[in-house]
C-alpha cells in the first residue's frame, strides 16, 4: 500500500543519502503501516496566485492586436515557484500560432498580444518526487476593464489574480526534505518524533532569484492577498450564527416544557 | 362584428376580420397552400412540424388516362360463416373492379379457444367443483364472447362469480396445454403455464382496490396525515440512528394505535419530537463528521488538488442531505452575513472556517423549521381539542429567510404567554394579562 511518490523516493535516495539517521528513517518508512501513518498526517501546501497582467496598445493599437498580456502562475508571496513545479504548460486559443506553449523554468509566464477573451487552461507538471500527476488551473483572459465607463490607458493595465493553494496530502519524504526551509512552500508543523535529512545545499543565489517574481517588472501591478480580512469576516458572521442558534435552541425548550402539562390535560380529556 | 363594436367586446384576431393586413403575414408563416385558410383552421389552424396532411394531394385530379365510373355490386365478407350477399357503390377503373377481400374483413380478429374431446375431459379435466356440463357451456360462451368474462359470467346458466369461471377457464386450458405438449419444457415459456392464474390473490386484490375506489374524502385525509406523520417520525428515527434512542418503540406504539384520533396527531408527535430533540442535535453533526471524513479520504486519493476543489467538494458533502432550496438559503444568509460566496483567500483556515460557517447556517435553518413546526404543532393541537374562538390571530410570520432580528423578537412575545396557541385565546384574556417583555439584548 505504499503511495508511489514514496517508492521513487527510495530509489531516488538511495545515491544520494549516506548517514545513519536517515537510513534508520528509511527503514521506518519501509513499514507500510508507520509510513503510512506518518505520512497521512502531513500536508504540504503551495500558496500560489495565477492570473493575467493586459495592456492597452493604445495608438499602436491594431485590429488583431490590441492588447499585450501576460498570464501567469506566480508564489502568493512572489517567491520561486520553481522548487515545486517543473513547467507550466498554458494552452491558448487555437487561433493563436502553436497555442500549446511549455514553459520549463520559473517565473512560469506567458506574454502574447491579442484582442479577444478567452479561456487559457494551465496544466502544472510537478517535480518527479513530488507528484506524478499534473494539475489544472483555468483562467479566463481579461483585458477589458470590469468597468464599462473607466477609460483603458496604456499605462495602467487591467489586472486580474486569484488565490489559490496547492495541497499535496501525502509528501513523499525528498519532497518534504527538499523544500523544508523554502519560503515558497508552507510547510506544516511535524509529528513528535518525526525528523528529517538535511536540506541539500542551497543553490546559488543567482539562480534561485531569477525563479522568483520579487523583481519582475510587473511586481508592481500584483494585488495583495491576505487572509486576516477574511479570517475576522468569518468570525464574525459565525459568532452571529452561534448567537441566533443559542436562541433558537432557547425558544424551542421553552416551548416544550410549557408543552409538558398541556399534554397531561388532553390525555385526560381523552379518557373521558 | 359590429355587434361586437355595439357591445364594446374586444374583437378576437380572428382571420377573417384581420384578412386584409394580416394575410401576407399569415401567409408567408403559415402556407395553407391549395386549401382555402379557413379550411386549413379546422385541421387545428397552426402549421405542424411534420404536416399530417398532405396538402398536395387534396387538389389533385385523376390522372387523365384513367376513367373512373361507380358501380352497385355485390360483395361477400370472409368475415362472415352465412355467405351474404350484401351490395355496395365500388369505384371502377377502366372498367376493371378492385379485387381483394372486403377490406374491413382483417379487424374481425379471434380468440383461440382451446377445444377439448370427451377423452381428454375425462383424463386430466375432471374436477370435483364442476360437471362437464358446466364446463363445456362455459367453453362456449368464452368462444362467443370472446373471453370477456363479465358478459360470461353474466350469461352462465347457474351463479358462478367471474373469479370462478376465470380459475375453470385458466385452468383447464394449462392442463390441456400440458397434456398435449410433446414435452414439458416445450410449453414452458408459454404465458398460461409460467403464471397459473390465482383465484385467491385475485380476490384480495379487487378487494383492495374496490375498497380504495370507496374511501370518502374524509378518510383519504385522515390517511394521508397519518402517513406524513409516520413519514416524519421514521426521518427522525433514523437521524437518530446513528447516536443511540430508546424512546423509538414507544412512539411508534403510540401512532399505530392512535392512527384514528384527530387529536392525537399532535400528541403523538410532540412527546417524540421532545425525545428526538437532543438527538437530533447530536445526530447531523455525527453524519457531517462521516461526510467530511470521505471526502477527505478521496481528496487524499488525487495526490495533489487546489485548496478551492477542496472546498468545493467538502461544501457538496456537506449539503448532499438537502434539498436545493436550503442551499440558495444558506448562500442568501452567507450574503446577508457580507461573507463571499467563494473565500477570496482560500488558505487552510479561511477554508475550514469558511465549512464551519456553512454548517453552522444550515444547523440555524434546521432549528428555525423545527421551530416552525412546533408552533404550527402547537395551535393544530388546540384545535382539535376545544373549541376555536374567535381570536385575533396574530402575525406568524417568523422571518427564517432573510436575517432580520425582527421576526425573532415575535417569537420572544409569544413565549411569555400561557401557551403558544395563538388563535385560540380571544383578544380580551389576551389583553388582560400583563404582559412581561424580556428586554431584547441586541
Known amino acids: 500500500m505504499t503511495n508511489s511518490s514514496s517508492s521513487k523516493m527510495h530509489s531516488q535516495d538511495r545515491p ?126 481579461k483585458l477589458y476593464p470590469e468597468d464599462e465607463s473607466t477609460t483603458m490607458s496604456t499605462k495602467k493595465p487591467v489586472v486580474v489574480e486569484f488565490y489559490d493553494e496547492i495541497a499535496f496530502p501525502e509528501p513523499s519524504e525528498s519532497f518534504l526534505a527538499r523544500v523544508q526551509n523554502h519560503p515558497a512552500v508552507t510547510f506544516p508543523r511535524l509529528p513528535g518524533g518525526f525528523t528529517l535529512p538535511p536540506p541539500l545545499p542551497v543553490e546559488d543565489a543567482n539562480r534561485r532569484k531569477r525563479g522568483d517574481t520579487k523583481d519582475n517588472p510587473l511586481t508592481q501591478w500584483f494585488m495583495n492577498f491576505s487572509e486576516a480580512d477574511e479570517l475576522l469576516q468569518l468570525a464574525a458572521a459565525r459568532q452571529q450564527v452561534q448567537a441566533h442558534i443559542a436562541k433558537l435552541r432557547r425558544q424551542i425548550s421553552l416551548i416544550d416544557a410549557q408543552r409538558q402539562p398541556l399534554k397531561s390535560c388532553s390525555d385526560q380529556l381523552n379518557l373521558l | 362584428m359590429d355587434a361586437k363594436d355595439i357591445l364594446g367586446l374586444p374583437k378576437t384576431p380572428l382571420p377573417i376580420t384581420q384578412e386584409k393586413k394580416s394575410r401576407p403575414q399569415k401567409d408567408s408563416q403559415r402556407k395553407p397552400d391549395g386549401i382555402s385558410r379557413e379550411v386549413y383552421a379546422l385541421t387545428g389552424g397552426l402549421a405542424p412540424l411534420m404536416p399530417s396532411i398532405d396538402v398536395s394531394q387534396l387538389k389533385r385530379r385523376p390522372a387523365s388516362d384513367e376513367k373512373i365510373t361507380w358501380q352497385w355490386l355485390p360483395f361477400t365478407n370472409s368475415a362472415r360463416k352465412d355467405n351474404l350477399q350484401l351490395y355496395h357503390w365500388v369505384r371502377v377503373v377502366n372498367g376493371v373492379p378492385p379485387t381483394g377481400d372486403y377490406s374491413f374483413a382483417k379487424y374481425n380478429k379471434l380468440v383461440d379457444v382451446i377445444k377439448y374431446t370427451d377423452e381428454e375431459y375425462e383424463k386430466y379435466l375432471t374436477d370435483p367443483m364442476w360437471t362437464k356440463e358446466e364446463t363445456d357451456q362455459l367453453f362456449d360462451l368464452c368462444e362467443r364472447f370472446d373471453l370477456r368474462f363479465i358478459v360470461i359470467a353474466d350469461r352462465f346458466p347457474s351463479s358462478r362469480t367471474v373469479e370462478e369461471l376465470k380459475e375453470r377457464y385458466y385452468s383447464v386450458s394449462r392442463a390441456i396445454l400440458i397434456a398435449r405438449a410433446p414435452s414439458p419444457g416445450d410449453v414452458a415459456s408459454h404465458p398460461l403455464v409460467k403464471e397459473p392464474y390465482n383465484l385467491s390473490q385475485e380476490r384480495e386484490r379487487k378487494r383492495a382496490l374496490s375498497m380504495v375506489l370507496s374511501q370518502t374524502k374524509q378518510q383519504e385525509r385522515k390517511d394521508a396525515e397519518v402517513l406524513a406523520e409516520a413519514k416524519r417520525i ?55 463528521v462521516a461526510d467530511n471524513a470521505s471526502t477527505l479520504a478521496s481528496l487524499r486519493m488525487l495526490w495533489v488538488y487546489l485548496r478551492t476543489y477542496a472546498l468545493e467538494q467538502m461544501v457538496q458533502a456537506a449539503s448532499s442531505s ?19 460566496l467563494k473565500p477570496k483567500v482560500p488558505t487552510k483556515t479561511v477554508c475550514a472556517e469558511h465549512l464551519e460557517l456553512r454548517k453552522e447556517i444550515l444547523t440555524l435553518l434546521n432549528l428555525q423549521k423545527q421551530l416552525q413546526y412546533k408552533e404550527a404543532e402547537g395551535s393544530s393541537f388546540r384545535e382539535g381539542s376545544f373549541v376555536e374562538m374567535p381570536g385575533s390571530p396574530k402575525d406568524r410570520t417568523f422571518v427564517p429567510d432573510s436575517f432580520g432580528f425582527g421576526g425573532e423578537r415575535v417569537g420572544k412575545r409569544d413565549q411569555k404567554r400561557k401557551g403558544p396557541g395563538r388563535q385560540l385565546e380571544g383578544p380580551s384574556p389576551a389583553h388582560k394579562r400583563p404582559r412581561k417583555m424580556k428586554a431584547p439584548d441586541l
Open chain 1, 16 to 141: 544520494e543519502i549516506s548517514g545513519s539517521t536517515t537510513k534508520s528513517q528509511r527503514t521506518k518508512m519501509g513499514k507500510p503501516e508507520d509510513g503510512e501513518k506518518k505520512l497521512k498526517d502531513i500536508e504540504i501546501s503551495v500558496p500560489i496566485v495565477y492570473g493575467n497582467v493586459a495592456f492597452w496598445l493604445g495608438k499602436k493599437a491594431s485590429e488583431y492586436q490590441s492588447h499585450k498580456w501576460t498570464v501567469y502562475v506566480r508564489g502568493a508571496t512572489n517567491e520561486d515557484l520553481g522548487v515545486v513545479i517543473k513547467r507550466a504548460v498554458f494552452q491558448l486559443h487555437s487561433s493563436f500560432n502553436s497555442p500549446t506553449r511549455i514553459v520549463e523554468t520559473p517565473p512560469f509566464e506567458l506574454s502574447e498580444a491579442g484582442w479577444g477573451e478567452f479561456e487559457i487552461a494551465i496544466t502544472l507538471f510537478f517535480h518527479s518526487d513530488v507528484c506524478d500527476k499534473p494539475l489544472n488551473l483555468y483562467h479566463h483572459l
Open chain 2, 322 to 340: 438537502v434539498g436545493l432550496r436550503t442551499i440558495k438559503r444558506v448562500e442568501q444568509t452567507l450574503q446577508d452575513l457580507g461573507v463571499n
Open chain 2, 234 to 288: 421514521q426521518e427522525t428515527r433514523m437521524a437518530a440512528r446513528g447516536a443511540e434512542e430508546p424512546e423509538l418503540p414507544v412512539t411508534s406504539n403510540a401512532v399505530t394505535e392512535s392512527a384514528d384520533k384527530a387529536v392525537v396527531p399532535g400528541d403523538t408527535v410532540s412527546p417524540s419530537s421532545n425525545a428526538q430533540l437532543p438527538v437530533t442535535a447530536v445526530a447531523p453533526s455525527a453524519l457531517a
